[in-house]
């Protein structure tokens, strides 16, 4: 892959713990390594900085996205290969971040819930079961899935080298150098 790659951002959306992090981690690196610019936005990162006083609501979590959005759109206008791992949830709020951006790639990060709840380290699973918190995605919230995703990782049967290197076979097929 060539040094002077032009704006893009990859969103990787799905539920808590199917991956998203270890393979934005993966496509990051794979990224820097080849000499390319490129930033990382997690999802929970920037609700602690940028988002803080959102909530999980419907509305919340589609403001939520705008912003990553918004900063993805910032980054990758100015050359930036952006990697977004965000759950995102509403599929209407990622297709309108993939309008404004334009040079978007999404990728599907899908574990079945069962995987998903027994990888789960933070417990987010297991309290939303026992009714201590609401508003979590996949148990009391929807998630939808993309209809026609760039990439889907099924974390469930592959490593996450493998997923990363499924997202940058992607970014080099795409066309991405300038």
């Not at 969103?11 to 820097?32: D, M, N, P, Q, Y």
């Not at 080849?34 to 006083?53: F, P, S, Y």
Request: charged content about 30%; glycine content about 8%; some cysteine.
């Amino acid at each position: 892959m060539s040094t002077n790659l032009r704006g893009l951002t990859i969103w990787l959306t799905g539920l808590s713990s199917a991956g998203k992090t270890t393979i934005a981690a993966a496509v990051c690196e794979g990224l820097r390594e080849r000499g390319c610019k490129a930033e990382w936005l997690d999802g929970d990162v920037v609700r602690q900085h940028l988002c803080r006083g959102l909530g999980f609501t419907k509305a919340d979590r589609d403001e939520n996205i705008r912003r990553i959005g918004f900063v993805a759109e910032l980054l990758t206008r100015n050359g930036i290969v952006t990697v977004v791992s965000a759950i995102s949830p509403y599929r209407a709020a990622r297709d309108e971040v993939r309008r404004r951006i334009g040079h978007f790639l999404e990728v599907y990060v899908n574990a079945p819930i069962e995987v998903c709840e027994v990888r789960d380290l933070k417990g987010i699973y297991r309290r939303a079961r026992a009714g201590e918190i609401s508003h979590v995605t996949g148990i009391d919230d929807p998630y939808e899935p993309p209809f026609a995703p760039d990439v889907e990782c099924r974390t469930d049967r592959e490593t996450p080298a493998e997923s990363a290197a499924s997202v940058l076979r992607v970014v080099d097929r795409i066309g991405a150098r300038t």
